[in-house]
């Protein structure tokens, strides 16, 4: 596609619930990150991948936090046990070139009930 | 050693104005400096970028100044606008990985 596309872009969830986020990065972008933004704050790195593997996933809050990567393109974040600490903007990011090039999505906005 | 110290937090600046926001990094493996601009409701986007092999870029009204030694980088907006208020986000890299700044908060008056 012409942009990195989230889905879906907002979900509320009741504490306890599992929730799955998804990222659709620009065709042929090897490299895929996940940040997360809490409200009027900073990028937290969550995890990268390159391809289907995921070399970084060091910054992945705890074991509640999976992601994966299939066929190179499509990545599902998902939280299990959602917590109201989770609620925030999940961005996805897209690049052929690593750190020259990020292309972001628009966010998919989790708020926890 | 991985931290890139962003400021000021938050600038007001009235139109026709010059806003700069200034980055300050440690690392000297990082070898790409990028600039990202974050409306509301949307991810941020690639707004200017700088390799080390040079001290100034200038894209349009906005310019990136580098100093190597320093370790320092600086954004400026010639001749601000009320549609440049934005969250402003500053970046160093290198390979694959983005170390963010924390933001400025930049409203423009009219």
């Known amino acids: 596609g012409a942009g990195v596309s989230q889905s879906p872009s907002n979900k509320v969830t009741e504490k306890g619930k599992d929730v799955e986020l998804r990222c659709d990065p620009i065709s042929g972008h090897t490299a895929l990150y996940w940040y997360r933004q809490s409200l009027g704050q900073g990028l937290e790195f969550l995890i990268y991948?390159?391809?289907?593997?995921?070399?970084?996933k060091s910054g992945l809050p705890s074991d509640r936090f999976s992601a994966e990567r299939t066929g190179g393109s499509v990545s599902t974040l998902t939280i299990q046990r959602t917590q109201q600490e989770d609620s925030a903007v999940y961005l996805c990011?897209?690049?052929?070139?690593?750190?020259?090039?990020?292309?972001f999505g628009s966010g998919t906005r989790l708020t926890v009930v | 050693q991985q931290q890139v110290k962003q400021s000021p937090q938050s600038l007001i600046v009235q139109k026709g104005g010059i806003p700069i926001i200034n980055c300050a990094y440690e690392?000297?493996?990082?070898?790409?400096f990028p600039w990202y601009q974050q409306f509301p409701g949307k991810g941020p986007a690639l707004l200017i970028a700088i390799r080390p092999d040079v001290s100034e870029k200038k894209e349009g009204r906005f310019t990136i100044s580098f100093n190597k030694s320093a370790k320092q980088f600086s954004l400026h907006i010639m001749d601000s606008q009320p549609g440049d208020s934005a969250t402003y986000f500053c970046a160093a890299g290198f390979n694959y990985q983005l170390i963010w700044g924390a933001g400025t908060k930049l409203i423009i008056k009219p």
């Open positions: 690392n000297t493996a990082f070898d790409y």
């Open positions: 990011a897209s690049s052929l070139l690593g750190a020259d090039g990020y292309t």
């Open positions: 991948f390159q391809g289907n593997s995921a070399p970084d």
